[in-house]
């Protein structure tokens, strides 16, 4: 037989049995669909961070207390700085090309207003901060350098903080919210964005004050974090190495502050995000395995029930090598054809996913996914195969 008459014999048997056909090629599509839909969300994921990243500024580096890597404490937490505000002010008295240094108070708090709380973050920051933290402003205005001067208890508060203390339509500037024990006047209400901020915190959920205001508030006598901005991306190196240098002469060591660029920390969150998306991807490819376990065991059932035709083939002058590959053809075709719902599936739902979180099919996983199910194809159905080529013709005549 022919190459073409096989995959017509297979394709005969297959539409004879069109509901097992159907079930059997359903964990292959399943598992490609989720492979792929999995991978399409880790892409767009990771694409959202890298464009969250540099809507921030490749230009800026973060000092934090301590050795920090990524995936420990959120800064602020159990590690006190061995370094004080008096040297974020020399820092940023360094000189070119450093431009503008912040050193920023960070604490988990609950705000209250009236009979309503809600847990939140709050950060001291200076006038410099709306730019620094690609934020914008909803309503009212955002901290003026007066206001950090006369430590005024006047903040701005993320859109999460207004949606849960305020009434729809109630205007939130002007009102008094209490944080720790204290009164601040909301003076302003920042545009809803996503993204993360510091600690690791949604933006949305801040309360942002002069910096001043803040270590009264909190009592903090140290910085949770430094943000220093350079003259451009190409001076990063330059910048950094005189940040070093000045916490060297302050006696500290490597293991008391950790100077973190902006690609050192993408780098950091991609790899972690690499890391989820093939693990969320692994799990999803045991459907892969399950599906060719269908396989195997539908075509072992195919062979019991086609015996008479195989021995009948063989005595006609069908050869051990076409029986194999005409039920090696069928499994492939299965999977195959499941792969190919499953790519169409999985895209799709990408799609449709798209409209609400960011997703990013590729190449790689759209070929990795087929071929995985065309291998599951090929190991699924070839022990089956195997031992229908095996088939002694007079015995396979009589079976009955």
């Not at 208890?153 to 109630?170: C, H, N, Y």
């Not at 190409?234 to 902006?262: A, N, Q």
């Not at 890391?275 to 269908?294: C, D, Q, W």
């Amino acid at each position: 037989m022919d190459t073409v008459e096989l995959f017509k014999t297979a394709g005969v048997a297959i539409r004879t049995n069109k509901t097992r056909s159907v079930l059997t090629t359903l964990g292959i599509i399943i598992g490609v669909a989720s492979v792929i839909l999995l991978v399409a969300v880790g892409n767009g994921l990771q694409a959202y961070v890298t464009g969250e990243f540099e809507a921030l500024g490749a230009n800026r580096v973060m000092v934090m207390p301590g050795k920090v890597k990524f995936g420990s404490a959120p800064p602020g937490f159990g590690v006190e700085a061995k370094f004080d505000f008096e040297d974020v002010e020399k820092i940023g008295k360094l000189g070119s090309p450093i431009s503008e240094v912040l050193g920023m108070v960070v604490r988990a708090v609950t705000v209250k207003y009236m009979n309503k709380s809600v847990d939140a973050w709050v950060a001291g920051v200076n006038q410099g901060y709306l730019k620094l933290g690609n934020l914008e402003i909803a309503r009212g205005r955002f901290i003026s350098e007066d206001m950090v001067r006369r430590s005024q208890m006047g903040g701005v508060i993320g859109a999460d903080i207004s949606e849960k203390l305020f009434r729809r339509g109630e205007e939130p500037v002007g009102k008094e919210i209490d944080i720790t024990g204290g009164k601040i006047k909301v003076i302003g209400v920042l545009e809803k964005k996503g993204g993360l901020g510091v600690g690791g915190s949604d933006e949305n959920s801040y309360v942002l004050l002069p910096v001043t205001a803040a270590r009264k508030l909190t009592g903090a006598k140290t910085p949770a974090m430094v943000m220093v901005s350079m003259e451009n991306t190409e001076s990063i190196p330059v910048g950094v190495k005189k940040v070093k240098d000045y916490f060297y002469r302050r006696g500290l060591t490597d293991d008391d502050f950790t100077v973190m660029e902006p690609k050192e920390l993408l780098s950091s969150i991609s790899s972690l995000l690499g890391v989820v998306t093939g693990a969320l991807s692994g799990i999803a490819a045991i459907s892969l395995v399950v599906g060719g376990i269908g396989i195997a065991n539908i075509m072992l059932v195919s062979v019991t029930e086609r015996t008479r035709e195989i021995g009948l083939r063989k005595a006609l002058g069908g050869t051990k090598r076409d029986i194999l590959l005409q039920f090696l053809i069928e499994a492939v075709v299965l999977s195959v054809v499941g792969g190919m719902i499953g790519v169409g599936i999985g895209w799709g739902l990408s799609l449709v996913l798209s409209r609400f979180i960011q997703t990013s099919v590729t190449g790689w996983s759209v070929g990795l996914a087929f071929g995985i199910s065309a291998a599951v194809g090929i190991i699924s159905g070839l022990a089956p195969a195997i031992r229908a080529g095996r088939l002694d013709p007079i015995e396979a005549l009589r079976y009955e």
